[in-house]
């Protein structure tokens, strides 16, 4: 393998923001997570979704976010290679985006604050509920928005707009007490 | 402490501030209009067209009068409301539309004019003779008239938005919104109480008048402080709830830190703009009071009775040292109690009603007041300050205030917004809310409900059917209030007085009279939304808060109908004004719009690229050089691609994979040429229609798989062609097995193109027979680079021998590096997006400028690949318009005088002549030594050898052009095939 260590298209800006942002008792803690392997499965009509998911282990974080249509999230690589020996053609086809998303995490006390100056969504935990996801827009971006707590959620954007999402993220967050980890 | 400050407010911290270059003291929590009055200041401004002396006429933001400029250090404010601006250290702010200054002011000689100023004078004299005409007067006509004056400066202030979502939503904390936010509060709704002052309380505060044996003001701050003990409360004081949309969308801003000294607002939020989305909304908006039209009603010194009352109250600042009011009704006399209780003095009441309710003269006698029953105001007295009154039977008065009340006008602004017709009310004299809605209720004041005991009530029964709406299991306690009581209802129907003598003001705030009204009306101005229109009453920043009903009340005498005959405007957002810095929170600079980059972008940056924005992608345009121009760079690089090799990020490029075992079919349907029969492993070029028969995108497609296609698409129209397919697939053909899935993003892409750009990708790749006839042009192959997987694809965009490389996104950067540097040693020159259209316009390969929505197949020259199957567009391609022989055709043109052709030129056939058609993409051509472009012409085809005039009039740029064939270099296509 060639010099690869530049997978994030954040690695850098991280790293600075890491010095700057250093609040030990920050509100709202913002991370990249890094993404080992993201396949979306879009069944086929009248195929069985169900089956798949009794199939998969609890590692992975499964994202409805279209009719017959899932986001599957691992922190293992090769996670399509698994997904090929469960899943048949005539069931659902498997695309790979893997390199597609980048994950931000935010958490603590001041991340529904900070997330409800971009997201237009009611983030009370009646209306988003844990370990639910929606899809929406910050600040002109599309985000996928993942619940894992009551103040913890996990952000996929586009790889291209990482950078702007990052950037959006910061200067809403720095008022709240912000750290980069 | 001045003769005008009754008390020192408790607890509140002194401070110094300046208007007009001078300085003076005040205390924290006072408004400016207050902080002027305690300091004897009464002239604030002057008036918009008539430069008249204006004064405080109100004490919130229906204020017509006092507007002034604020100066801070991140610029300066114009437009702000003395009324409601709350005075800080350091506060800055001086009058607004006088020179030189307030005092003295010359744009006053219009006042002596304002027999010519009459309603539509600007209409009738300036405008129609010519445009031009207008452009020269309206420049003076605008710094003569008008309001403050817009900084040109950037605004520095910070802004942000925010989105909320309740239950309830409560709109207004007088009596009415305390009431139910009180009774919401146990039930554990979620309720956002939202208020525009700097403290709740609304008719409250400062009152003397009890509940449960408690000061109005004593029990709205107890009630502050129950409710912020409740979590699923939130408190919102400076927040002006200004737009009610659909859906049940309420937009307001909050005034974060204008109130603080500057010192303390760094960094913090300026002003935050909500949009709040709640299930049910209670609107306590109260209600204005407004006033009774007399003549030189517009002196400073002439108020609402209400407000006057409310300085004393609130601030404990008396606006004069002899108050005299005027009223029809019975709420003065409320608010001459209110001002004796505080330390106040009245002078005398003038009644324009026959006898006193007995609640009035009960008053009266306490106070041992001087009425004038039966009588009115006929005018005032006095130049910069009002000194008497003159009532109509001769008497005068002598004042340096007068309180008027002509009645109070529900604040129905939001209601109305929301399409709800006003609906006159014949006891009340006003408008009140429409039909019921089931989104919101209305309740207090807005409703009609003034007195204290019912506002609190119906905020018991607001929270108790919003309660059963929300289907809230809580029961709402019973609260009971024992209120001391308030003034009866009992009101005059008088609006404007007669016999009044002098200027009859209307809207204060853009000086129209009762004479522009009358003249309207003559002129058969004659509907609500005409009258407005024609004198602009009601459409300054205060939208005729106090206005509105009196000016109706003149236009339905004029015409002799009753009031709810005439009718009213309907309200628009906003209801207060709202400064463009919150509307566009933090959007400027880098969060203007997103920004999408490559992987390869920090490559770009750190070998010299100057990028360009591409729609949202940030690609590079050239690699400069040190002493180079963007055209020296441009050509260097295209003459080195077409010399040796050169490389080129082509990740923007639209992706989709098309997958499923009809997917062939699918796109046999969607492009024009033939799609069942490619093998897999190679890639074809294909044209998309629009239904209605013009070219929509065009790229290569390659077979994976059996059933499996990687679909590109311009970098433009890459979102629109996803959803073109997924339209297709969902509504036209269901039937279709086939999935389409955006891998725009998976995938980094670069292009490699010159003679020895298959050399290059020889050293570094493995996996994969790089002969020519191991990977055939337009074949496709999986291999390895450095252990990355990679796809090629033997394409060529340029002309020249070339390949697409792409790999997974995280690995581009890896991947181009690797290339460039096994590039190194044949001179491998990376491009730009200038370069990579000099290599396509050469090669008379067609683009965006092209592909501009209104061309057809034909037009393009790109028949070949209109298939004999059924494709989408094909019938509507067929029409008679499409296929008609005068249509522009793609032609290319060469410089015939050696200057570059500007993109947008005409193609004409001599000076003056109609145009043939346009230039659409140019540049210099390193191969040729001239400068050449592609056109879309009239018949173009048929032109080629001619001569024609390239006409670019806005620069008066002419230069004379050849037609050539659109294929400059290389037209047989030898360079891509060995």
Known sequence: ?181 | MSGYRIAKPDHEKNVQFTFNGKTYSAYEGETLAAALMANGVGLIGRSFKYHRPRGVFSVGNEEPNALVNVIHPDGLEPNTLATTLEVYEGLEARSQNCWPSVNFDAGAFNSLLSPLFSAGFYYKTFMGWSNKHWMFFEKHIRKAAGMGEATVEADRSVYEKKNLFCDVLIVGAGPAGLSAALALAPTGARVILADENAKFGGSLRGKGASINGQSGGAWAQDAMAYLKGFDNVTLLSRATVYGYYDDNTLAAVERVSDHLPHGDRQGQVRQRHLVVRPTKVILATGALERPILFGDNDRPGVMLASAVAAYVQQFKVSPGREIVFFTNNDTVYDAVDEIFAAGGRVKAVVDVRQTLTAYAKEIVQRHKLDVFVGSAVQRTKGRKKIQSVLLADGQQISCDVLGVSGGWTPTIHLQSQQGDAPVYDDILFSFLPGRAHEDYVSIGGCVGHFDTKTALGDGLSAARQVKGELGLKSEVENLDYVVSPSAPWSIAPVFEIESAKGKTFVDLQHDVKITDIKQAKQEGFLSVEHLKRYTTLGMANDQGKTSNVNALSVMAKERQLPLSEVGTTRFRPPYAPVSIGALSGGEFGDHFRPTRRTPMHDWHISHGAEMINTGAWVRPRVYKRDGETIEDAYIREATAVRASVGMVDVTTLGKIEVIGPDAPEFLNRVYTNAWLKLPVGKARYGVMLREDGIVFDDGTTWRLSENRFLMTTTTANAASVLTHLEFLLDVVWPELKVKVVSVTEQWAGLAIAGPNSRAVLTKVLSGIDMSNEGLPFMGVRDGVLASIPVKVARLSFSGELAYEVWCPSHYGFAMWDQIYKAGEEYDMTPYGTEALGTLRIEKGHVSGPELDGRTTVDDLDLSWAWGKKDFVGKVLAGRDGLRAEDRAQLVGLVSLEGQAIKPGSHLIAAPGAPSLGHVTSTTFSPVLGKYIALALVKGGRDLVGEKRIASYPLQEIAQEVEIVKPHFFDPDGSRMHV
């Open chain 1, 1 to 181: 393998m060639s010099d690869t260590s530049s997978l994030s298209p954040v690695a850098s800006e991280i790293g600075h923001l890491k010095e700057q942002f250093i609040e030990k008792s920050a509100a709202v803690v913002l991370s990249e997570v890094e993404i080992a392997s993201l396949v979306q499965v879009s069944f086929w009509s009248g195929a069985d979704e169900k089956g798949l998911f009794g199939l998969l282990n609890e590692d992975i974080k499964v994202m409805h976010t279209a009719p017959q249509t899932f986001l599957l999230l691992s922190s293992k690589p090769d996670l399509i290679r698994e997904l090929e020996e469960m899943v048949s053609e005539e069931q659902a086809v498997l695309t790979d985006l893997s390199h597609s998303r980048t994950m931000f995490r935010l958490s603590g006390e001041g991340t529904c604050a900070l997330l409800s100056k971009g997201l237009s969504l009611d983030l009370d935990e009646r209306s988003f509920a844990f370990h639910t996801v929606k899809q929406t827009t910050i600040a002109h971006m599309g985000v996928t928005c993942y619940r894992t707590a009551a103040d913890t959620f996990e952000l996929l954007v586009f790889r291209s707009l990482a950078g702007s999402l990052l950037t959006w993220l910061v200067e809403a967050g720095h008022r709240e007490g912000l750290r980069v980890a």
